[in-house]
């Protein structure tokens, strides 16, 4: 699905340019939704018990949610996910989804911080819950027009 915003330009984007922020909400719902979707049903997502007994604070997202939702900040810029040419990230610490109605808050900002040959930019990404880093080395390589 493509976003009704125009596509940045290659030409009009500049080392440093900010892309606008997001945060992103996570409940237990939504990672029991993901685990339908993905198949991973470690209980260490689900299941509070297991994952405090595994030494979890508590149940965490699973990281490629994480990942994927950190990337959204990137493919709502260019409107078109295709765009995303390469993308990679550590996981630093894990997102603590407590079982209560507000969840947990993943929020992201992302930065052009390279510009390469061919319309390709890097894009780095920051991501944090609970004002910790989650994602390490987040970056993406994206094809601009």
Known sequence: ???STKAPAYDDVEVGTELPAAAFR???DTLVRYAGASG??????WNERFAKSVGLADVIAHGMFT???AIRVVTDWTGDPA???EYGVRFTRPVVVPDDDKGATIEVTAK???KL???LVRVDLTAT???QKVLGMSRAVVRLT
């Open 26 to 28: 996570v409940t237990r």
């Open 40 to 45: 991973d049903f470690n209980p260490i997502h």
């Open 67 to 69: 990942m994927a939702e």
């Open 112 to 114: 052009v911080a390279v």
């Open 129 to 131: 819950s609970a004002g």
């Open 83 to 85: 765009a995303v040419v």
């Open 117 to 119: 040959d061919d319309h």
């Open 1 to 3: 699905m493509t976003n």
